[in-house]
Structure formats: C-alpha cells, structure tokens
C-alpha cells in the first residue's frame, strides 16, 4: 500500500474556509493520540468490492499495533493471509499453502491507509486534498469524515480516486476507513473492541518460519 508521509504545511494568510477549523481540531488530536498510543488491539472486518465482480468479498481478522513499526492482522480464516510487519519487513503467512513469503513492499502495508495506527500525520496536505466534515454524534462518540483526495502532482493520483476516514472523538483513532481505486475496486475496514495501550505479548510480533513451511519469492501484480 501506498505511503503517505510528508511535511508541515506552512501557515500562509489565508481565509478560514468552512470546515478548516474541523480539520485543523481533527488532525491536531488524531496527532496527539498517535503519539501517545504505544499498543493498539481491535477486532477488523474487511469488505472488498471489485469492479469486475458481482460477490462482495468479506474477512474478519485481529488487529495488533506496537510502536514503533509492528502489526499483526491475524484472520479468522486459514482461507486469508496473516500479516506480520515488523518496521520495513513484511511477512505473508499463507496457512492455507503452508508457505511465508518475505518482502518490504511497502504498498502492502495496509496500516499506512489507515492514519492513526502508528502513521505520521505530518503533512497529509502535500499529498492530498483533505476535507473534514462536521461532527455526527454516534450511539457513544462523535464522528468526523476524513476525505483525502491525492492531489494530481502527487504518486498517488493515478492510482488512488480517494480514502475516506472516519474518527472517533474519544480515543481520537480511526474506527473506519474506505480505499477507492481508479479501477474501480473498493475497500472497505471496520474496527471494533479498540483497546489503547493494553498488554501486547512480544510473541505476537515474531517473524518466524514454521515448521514444514515453504518460503516463496513475492511477485508485485
């Protein structure tokens, strides 16, 4: 997956514009919970919906964040692929096939979609366009609606349509997110049962081959 780390944006003398000051709250706080989140538990569903397939595809799995740089995405299913990224090293454990493929591919690293988990906020307006929508009180937070749309001088212009984030105003933490290619496929994440800096055996994180498995060359499609 994409990513999507820049610089500050310098402030110029601008009008204030009707959702800059949601924006500004939103990221200023996202940023804030980023840098004091240490371990990161929830439980995931995945819904991807291709351009050229009627059948929505749907997985669950579990979501384990440490900082600096590690994540599991552990599926429910022998049927999905476990993740394990450990900072640049990406693992692909496939149970199914007994094999483990080994990259740094960094457009597999589907935390970089989701700004919050470990990502840096820093800078998100070099790359893209970023809209904020007011707040909508759900049954036990508020919601504010990220739009990111990849400005046209950016990597991500012909590959990406936009990402859609929705954030929680109580651990300041995306609890949603939506990956629209110009292809037309559509990914979706939702992320329930957060639990912010709980106790994260190590073991979680460990890459290591098992027993019988075979390790594969990865081939970027």
């Known amino acids: 997956m994409y990513c999507v780390i820049a610089a500050l944006v310098l402030a110029v003398a601008k009008p204030i514009k009707a959702g800059d000051e949601e924006k500004k709250h939103v990221m200023k706080s996202m940023k804030s919970a980023n ?20 059948k929505e595809v749907v997985s669950k799995a579990d979501f384990f964040y440490m900082k600096p740089g590690k994540y599991v995405l552990d599926p429910s299913s022998n049927d999905e692929n476990q993740y394990i990224i450990n900072n640049n090293e990406i693992w692909i454990v496939n ?9 740094n591919e960094k457009e597999l690293n589907f935390s970089q979609y989701i700004m919050g988990f470990g990502g840096s906020l820093d800078g998100l307006d070099n790359t893209f ?4 929508s007011a707040k909508e009180v759900q049954k036990k937070f508020g919601s504010y609606r990220m739009q990111m749309t990849p400005l046209k001088n950016s990597k991500l212009y012909n590959k990406l349509e936009k990402i859609v984030i929705y954030v929680r105003d109580d651990l300041w933490l995306p609890y949603g997110a ?9 990914t979706i994440w939702e992320f329930t049962d957060l639990k912010v800096n709980g106790k994260i ?21």
């Open 201 to 221: 055996k190590d073991d979680v994180f460990k890459q290591e081959m098992p027993k019988g498995y075979q390790l594969k060359k990865y081939e970027n499609k």
């Open 129 to 132: 366009d970023i809209k904020v």
């Open 35 to 54: 840098e004091t989140t240490t371990t990161l538990q929830a439980k995931m569903k995945q819904r991807k919906i291709s351009s050229f397939m009627e």
């Open 95 to 103: 149970h199914k096939n007994r094999s483990v493929t080994v990259t």
């Open 178 to 186: 939506e990956l629209y290619e110009n292809d037309g496929d559509i």
